[in-house]
């Protein structure tokens, strides 16, 4: 039987973004339209990615802003970290250098993703495509929108993070298994 990866990924981001229902709709395939601030919530995911099995421990945080006290806990033994903001809040964009900042200085953790969430409000969009690929760009990192609501870019958002994390562990990690509409496998 082939070994099962332990791999841990953290979201951070702004109150109200869709941490929950971005981890959610991973995890569960549901959404919810109420809002309930998160004290904080484990998951456990196993799929498979790349050809090999992996346990995903998921992290969903409670909001952060500028000036929150990262607990070392919540931190800790993480392997890769999603930072979230809602393409509906300049400020939930603005806060992530910062936050961003403190993460890496506490932890070192650099495996990590930027997502707008939310793209299903492009009526109240307040950041545009090009500020977060830009943000991106300056954190080397990949970026989607994405939406939990209407199931936009969130496995993407996963197996993009889980690649991240391969990489830092081995450089010369390359995806080899092409799918069929997919490098990944939701089991
Ligand atoms: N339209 C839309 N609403 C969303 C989306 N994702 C989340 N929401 C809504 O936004 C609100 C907040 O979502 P949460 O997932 O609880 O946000 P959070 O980041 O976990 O919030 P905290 O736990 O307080 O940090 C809820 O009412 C969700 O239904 C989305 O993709 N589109
Ligand atoms: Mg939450």
């Known amino acids: 039987m082939s070994q099962c990866k332990q791999r841990k990924i953290t979201l951070f981001g702004f ?13 569960q395939d549901v959404f919810g339209e109420n809002y309930e601030p998160t004290i904080e919530n484990n998951f456990s995911k196993k799929l498979k990615f790349n050809g090999e099995n992996y346990e995903l421990e998921i992290i969903d945080t409670p909001g ?7 607990s070392q806990n919540l931190i800790l033994n993480t392997d890769g970290c999603i930072f979230v903001y809602t393409i509906s809040s300049k400020n939930s964009f603005n806060m992530l250098n910062i936050l961003r900042d403190k993460i890496i200085e506490k932890s070192g953790v650099t495996p990590m993703v930027l997502v707008g ?4 409000l492009e009526e109240s969009r307040q950041v545009s495509i090009q500020e977060g690929q830009n943000l991106a760009n300056s954190w080397k990192c990949p970026f989607f929108e994405c939406s ?5 870019n969130i496995s993407q958002t996963f ?11 081995n450089p010369n990690f390359r995806i080899t298994q092409e799918k069929k509409g997919g490098t990944c496998q939701l089991i």
Do not use: H, M, P
């Open 15 to 27: 109150r109200g973004v869709g941490k929950t229902a971005i981890t959610l709709r991973f995890v």
């Open 64 to 70: 952060q802003d500028e000036y929150t006290a990262l």
């Open 117 to 120: 969430n939310k793209s299903d």
């Open 148 to 152: 939990a609501k209407e199931n936009q």
């Open 159 to 169: 197996f993009s993070t889980l690649e991240q994390i391969e990489l830092s562990i």
